[in-house]
């Protein structure tokens, strides 16, 4: 991920294998490097639900005094209205 305006939250970023066609419950297809082009205040705005489970992510950058520390966050997130704007095929 890169901000294109760090200013206005704007940001862009591209997946590499987590993506899934969802329709109806079911996976449809792989989707490979979605090109998402959207800000923060879009983004945060369009969250429909946020699950139970909690994973807990590493924000440690002191590799050498070892000093850890993570942040918990939701392991899935729906987002509705995402602004993908190009992908690869479908597999």
Known sequence: MNFTNAAKG???GTS???TFLIEQGEIKAHLYNQ??????HNTFNQIEWLSSTLTHIN????YGMRNAASIAC???VKVNNVKITGSNQQH
């Open 59 to 62: 924000t440690s950058d002191t």
């Open 35 to 40: 090109r998402i082009n959207d800000s923060y």
């Open 16 to 18: 590499r294998f987590g």
């Open 74 to 76: 939701p392991q899935f």
């Open 10 to 12: 704007e940001f862009t």
